[in-house]
Nanobody
Framework: QVQLVESGGGLVQPGGSLRLSCEASGSFSRIIDMYWYRQAPGKQRELVAALTSEGRPNYADSVKGRFTVSRDNAGNTVYLQMNSLKPEDTAVYHC?????????????WGQGTQVTVSS
């Protein structure tokens, strides 16, 4: 069983920073790609950032220059450093990963972590 667990959300003032973490645990051989999505109330889910297994990052235009996605050396944890936060960044942030397991590649989601940007 593979699990993704996010942490690091919270309440922050506009202009502040947060770092989200997403750790994969369980039985698997390799994480192929990892993604961060967010969903605000009444809005569609939005892809915020992606990090391929080759280490190439991609960002939504709305967060370019403010958010940075990275991965630890072991490759099991992905981070989302969020700087210069704005009220419109308020959402539940989910990590998503394509992971190679004993039965082939599978898609996994974390439970989400709330980020609230407000004064």
């Amino acid at each position: 069983q593979v699990q993704l667990v996010e942490s690091g959300g919270g309440l922050v003032q506009p202009g502040g920073s947060l770092r989200l973490s997403c750790e994969a645990s369980g039985s698997f051989s390799r994480i192929i790609d990892m993604y961060w999505y967010r969903q605000a109330p009444g809005k569609q889910r939005e892809l915020v950032a992606a990090l391929t297994s080759e280490g190439r990052p991609n960002y939504a235009d709305s967060v370019k220059g403010r958010f940075t996605v990275s991965r630890d050396n072991a490759g099991n944890t992905v981070y989302l450093q969020m700087n210069s936060l704005k009220p419109e960044d308020t959402a539940v942030y989910h990590c998503n990963a394509i992971i190679t397991t004993s039965v082939g590649p599978r898609n996994y989601w974390g439970q989400g972590t709330q980020v609230t940007v407000s004064s």
